[in-house]
């Protein structure tokens, strides 16, 4: 990663109000969803970072916030040093419109950000029309053949002029991801892009994707439940995943550091759940307390992991551990137990409700 931060992230929280019933929201108080909490990120030039964690952790709440669709409640988001939000109020030096360019998204469903009722040709056209008005058409045609025939689509005059509902999932994501980079973006998030993919054309969209990257001098914040895509991604590029839990995130280093040497225990729980990470580490019960995931309206309080943890001792239900981003390895744990020197050390365990781990650290 470089030095020059194309998206900084600092204590960032991005809190909802849960939707509740009309009797209910005169009655009460609103319930509020903390979806991210106190999460400081960096992504550099040509950076790959991937976010993995269960069904409702905030990662894509935290992905679109990173590239300026959803609005934080706290914290900041600047992109090359300018706060996002200052300049969407006119407050910047410089224009948000170029920034919402140089910030792109790829959704995990393409067939609901592609026009249905617009060719591909015209939904590729829209973008380049606006932001490069010197080309003439025909320049434009030629660009945007050149990028489909560049994302394996041949002959590209044929795809061209086939509407989304004429083509395959695995092309759908080849014309978003090629209406992302005729933005020639600082950033896309590609938000579970190839989730819903063979596995097969899975592996063929990531390696597109980073070769692209290597061409376009883009950087990916990718969002994925699956360990496998995770590394796959993460080994590749030499980036970094990063472990979210609950809105915040609890682990972050390369994938090697990530995967054979995790930290966290909520790491080695994500872990113990990919069978093919490591076939032969197999451990049969899980490595939790609890298998149910707390409800994010109220969270546990201390480490928000601590009901689940087999490791949990009584100071983790008060105090709350913080993501150390020290200098040296990049590889950094949300857990009392990286520290030698802690209360934690003394501090009476937790009744464990299933086998613990602490043998295999
Ligand atoms: Fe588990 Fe405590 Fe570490 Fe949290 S701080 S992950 S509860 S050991």
């Not at 939000?85 to 995990?108: C, M, N, T, Y």
């Not at 990049?330 to 020197?341: K, L």
Request: net charge negative.
């Amino acid at each position: 990663m470089s030095s020059d931060p194309v998206v900084e992230l600092r204590d960032l929280e991005v809190h909802f109000e849960k939707d509740q019933g009309l009797l209910e929201s005169v009655l009460n108080d609103p319930d509020v969803v903390g979806a991210v909490d106190g999460v400081d990120l960096t992504i550099g030039e040509e950076d790959v970072v991937v976010l993995v964690g269960e069904s409702g952790c905030g990662k894509t709440t935290l992905g679109k916030t990173a590239i300026g669709v959803q609005k934080p409640t706290g914290g900041s988001v600047r992109y090359r040093g300018q706060d996002i939000w200052d300049a969407k109020r006119g407050d910047g030096d410089v224009p948000f419109e170029e920034i919402r360019k140089s910030l792109q998204i790829i959704h995990q469903d393409p067939g609901s950000s592609l026009n249905p009722n617009q060719t591909v040709m015209k939904t590729l056209e829209a973008p380049l029309k606006k932001w490069q008005s010197d080309l003439t058409q025909a320049d434009r045609r030629d660009h945007i053949y050149g990028m489909v025939e560049r994302v394996g689509m041949e002959p590209a005059t044929d795809y061209a002029h086939r509407y989304p509902h004429q083509l395959s999932g695995g092309e759908k994501q080849r014309i978003a991801l090629v209406r992302a980079l005729l933005m020639n973006p600082d950033l896309i998030l590609a938000d579970e892009a190839v989730s819903a993919l063979d596995v097969s054309l899975r592996i063929e969209m990531m390696d597109l994707m980073l070769e692209l990257q290597a061409e376009f001098g883009t950087s990916y914040l990718f969002i994925s439940h699956n360990l496998s895509n995770a590394r796959y991604l993460a080994q590749k590029a030499g980036g970094r995943i990063g472990i979210m839990y609950l809105g915040e995130v609890v682990e972050i280093g390369s994938a090697e550091e990530v995967l054979q040497n995790p930290q966290h225990p909520y790491t080695k729980v994500l872990r113990w759940a990919t069978a093919d990470i490591d076939p032969e580490d197999e451990v049969e019960d899980p490595p939790v307390r609890a298998i149910d995931i707390p409800d994010p309206v109220d969270p546990p309080s201390g480490c928000r992991f601590h009901t689940r943890c087999p490791e949990a001792r009584e100071v983790c239900t008060s105090s709350c551990p913080s993501l150390e981003m020290s200098e040296g390895d990049g590889h950094h744990a949300a857990c009392f137990r990286q520290n030698p020197d802690h209360e934690y050390w003394e501090s009476k365990e937790l009744a464990s409700e299933a086998p613990s781990l602490a043998d295999s650290d």
